[in-house]
C-alpha cells in the first residue's frame, strides 16, 4: 500500500527557513514525478515545486527564488527546503507522487508564518 507522510511542519517567524520531508512507503523511484503542493485558508491547493524521476525539477514561478525541491532515492524522501519564509507561506503542505494512472496524497504538514 502506498502512503505519503510528511512532516517538518511547523510555527516559524518571518525571515527563517524550514524544510519539509515527505517520505514514501514504497520505492520512490515507482513514481513518475512527486510534487508539493499547499492550501492557504481560504484559497484553493496550488503546485508549490515537483520533482521527476529523472531529476528534473520546476516549481511556481513566484517560489524559485526561495522554495527548493529535492530528492533521497536511498531514503524514498522527497523534501523542500523553504527559505526567508512570509507570513502568506502559511498553508498545508501536502506531498503528491503520480505514477499513471495513479495519484496519491499525503495528508499534509502545518506551517504557519508569525510577523
Known amino acids: 500500500q502506498v502512503r505519503l507522510v510528511e512532516s517538518g511542519g511547523g510555527l516559524v517567524q518571518a525571515g527563517e527557513s524550514l524544510t519539509l520531508a515527505c517520505e514514501a512507503t514504497?520505492?520512490?523511484?515507482?513514481?513518475?514525478?512527486m510534487s508539493w503542493h499547499r492550501q492557504a485558508p481560504g484559497k484553493e491547493r496550488e503546485m508549490v515545486a515537483y520533482?521527476?524521476?529523472?531529476?528534473?525539477?520546476n516549481g511556481k514561478n513566484t517560489l524559485k527564488g526561495r522554495f527548493t525541491i529535492s530528492k533521497d532515492t536511498a531514503k524514498n524522501r522527497i523534501y523542500l527546503q523553504m527559505n526567508s519564509l512570509i507570513p502568506e507561506d502559511t498553508a498545508v503542505y501536502y506531498c503528491?507522487?503520480?505514477?499513471?494512472?495513479?495519484?496519491?496524497w499525503g495528508k499534509g504538514t502545518l506551517v504557519i508564518v508569525s510577523s
Open positions: 503528491n507522487a503520480k505514477a499513471s494512472p495513479y495519484d496519491y
Open positions: 520533482i521527476t524521476s529523472g531529476g528534473s525539477i
Open positions: 514504497v520505492d520512490i523511484a515507482t513514481f513518475n514525478v
